[in-house]
């Protein structure tokens, strides 16, 4: 991997965050010939990126809210990411089942209307409203892959088999998986690939206009080091941090501001038999997922609470919890309990503070602000869904290719990122073929690194004609092969970063078998190497 060039070269652009927005942006730039810098305080995805729901999806529930080009633009964008990364994002159904009780999620719009011309219905979500939306849900953003909603009968069907009698009818319509993490890692692989310098543990501390330019200070967080780095234009992509950054960091006058809301997530041992996923309304309006999550777990979320500061590290509070299983058991044959929880995870979203007067009103949609006031200019980015990242990062080129006059256009659309060179429908071809070329491989691990790596999987085992050849085994098949690719191409530098980010391993392996695996990486020249500018 490329280190920051030494030399008192000045970047076209410094981007603050290796969340996906700002992985997004640095790759989109370079890919135009940009010269870029990206620099991430902890590891990439450590934050929000890493801990969503893990769904590209169009946001059925934003439709009652009214936020028509926001879902649109999702709809369109999910074919369009799912032909890039055939690896890390493959197709789901979604189960939602219906019952006459359901209600709005608090004062929508669609609910407000719906009292004044339908006030029989006290604030319940009629089948034909919820058939209405799945219409325009299949429709909006336009499909070639995904296939269309359809009308379930539930009982003595696999899907009405865990639910409660009650559910006779439900929805079933087409949304995509993805796996976050590893989306920010592909991006920022390839924005380095096109020329970028990442860097990560490498800690922004002041930013100030000197003429027509920044002169950013950064500190490297594993050794210590401090430098500065010029650039023409700054990208703050810092996600719940981009407010402190435009306060603290870089101290412009600014009325923009960010909105913090946490959601967090359980984690169960698997509570059905089937790969679709069930969209859940409750008594309150909101709404949750269960996800089929790594092979033998269920995922289950979201919650929506506001979160005041983001140096306070967001997790699942026992209220969260006890909320989801809660709203779970009103579904499930069979009651969960807290014992069943397996792992939780919390994130905080960074919402555009447009005024709304809940944390699940608030708008889901991004919002970019130039301000070159002062000098050389800087991008403010708020908001964002994962499914819009890269329509995201076009449309801050488009505010950022004015000051740079020349600069080529759109290109990110359907160009695969790292090992996503197979078709949508290869996935199960690929797994065959490199089982088949290393025959040691067992069926969960060669799904695995398919999963992961794609058509690089042939990379990370090349040469070894057996298990002994990969070196040192951590548990759950991961190798000392695997981690040094992780560490010489991927960003890894702890025991963390790997089996919670780069994979899901940590919900199968030990304790101590992670503590091994960090003893092995802190005798790595690579893992002790944050690529801070020098």
């Known amino acids: 991997m490329s280190q920051a060039n030494s030399s008192p070269k000045t970047y076209d652009l410094f981007v603050v965050g290796g969340g996906i927005n700002g992985c997004g942006i640095a790759r989109d730039a370079a890919g135009r010939g940009m010269s870029v810098a990206l620099a991430e305080m902890n590891d990439l995805a450590s934050a929000t990126s890493s801990a969503s729901t893990k769904l590209f999806h169009g946001g059925l529930r934003y439709l009652e809210y009214f936020e028509i080009n926001l879902v649109r633009h999702a709809l369109a964008e999910r074919e369009v990411l799912l032909s890039a990364m055939p690896h890390i994002s493959w197709p789901m159904r979604f189960v939602l089942p219906y019952h006459k009780d359901m209600r709005f999620e608090g004062d929508t719009p669609t609910s407000r209307i719906l009292n004044v011309i339908m006030p ?32 379930l009968a539930l009982k003595g069907s696999v899907e009405g088999a865990p639910l409660e009698g009650r559910f006779e009818k439900a929805y079933e319509y087409s949304d995509c998986w993805i796996e976050d993490s590893r989306l920010v890692v592909l991006n920022a692989r390839d924005a380095e690939a096109r020329g970028a310098d990442i860097m990560v543990r490498t800690k922004v501390t002041s930013a100030a206009r000197v003429e027509d330019h920044w002169e950013i200070t950064v500190e490297d967080t594993q050794g210590g080091g ?151 200019p800087i991008l403010n980015v708020f908001g964002g869904k994962i499914t819009t990242y890269r329509k995201l990062a076009e449309d801050a080129m488009d505010k950022i290719v004015p000051f740079f006059p020349g600069t080529s256009g759109h290109w990110t659309a359907g160009v695969a990122l790292p090992g996503g060179d197979f078709a949508v429908d290869g996935f199960d071809g690929l797994v065959t073929r490199l089982r088949g070329d290393f025959p040691f491989l067992s069926a969960f691990w060669g799904r695995r690194l398919v999963r992961a790596y794609g058509t ?50 940590g919900l199968r392996l030990k304790t101590e078998e992670i503590a091994a695996l960090d003893e092995f990486m802190s005798t790595q020249p690579g893992a002790q190497d944050s690529k801070a500018a020098e």
Request: charged share 25%; glycine share 8%; aromatic share 10%.
């Open 120 to 151: 029989w219905m006290k604030g319940r979500r009629p089948a034909w409203l919820i058939r209405f939306g799945l219409l325009l849900y299949d429709n909006l953003g336009g499909r070639k892959i995904l296939p269309a909603t359809k009308t």
């Open 226 to 376: 401090v430098k500065s780095i010029k650039a023409r234009m700054l990208i703050n992509a810092g996600g719940p941090w981009v407010g402190d950054i435009i306060q603290q960091k870089v101290r412009i006058n600014s009325t923009e501001g960010v909105r913090l809301v946490r959601g967090s997530h359980i984690v169960t041992k698997r509570l059905y038999d089937h790969d679709k996923c069930y969209f859940f309304q409750g008594t309150d309006g909101r709404i949750i997922f269960a996800i089929p999550y790594e092979t033998d777990f269920t995922l289950i979320g979201t919650t929506d609470a506001e979160h005041h500061d983001p140096s306070v590290k967001p997790e699942c509070t026992a209220e969260e919890q006890a909320y989801l299983i809660n709203f779970i058991n009103q579904y499930l044959k069979k009651d969960i309990g807290p014992d069943d929880v397996v792992w939780t995870y919390s994130g905080v979203r960074p919402l555009y503070d447009d005024g709304a007067s809940s944390a699940t009103a608030a708008t889901r949609d991004y919002t970019l602000k130039v301000d070159d006031t002062g000098g050389a």
């Open 456 to 505: 690089e999987a042939w990379d990370v085992l090349a040469g070894a004609t057996d298990e002994a050849d990969l070196g040192q085994s951590f548990g759950a098949s991961l190798s000392a092969r695997e981690v040094l690719w992780l560490i010489n191409n991927e960003y890894a530098r702890t025991a963390e970063d790997i089996v919670w980010r780069r994979n899901k391993l």
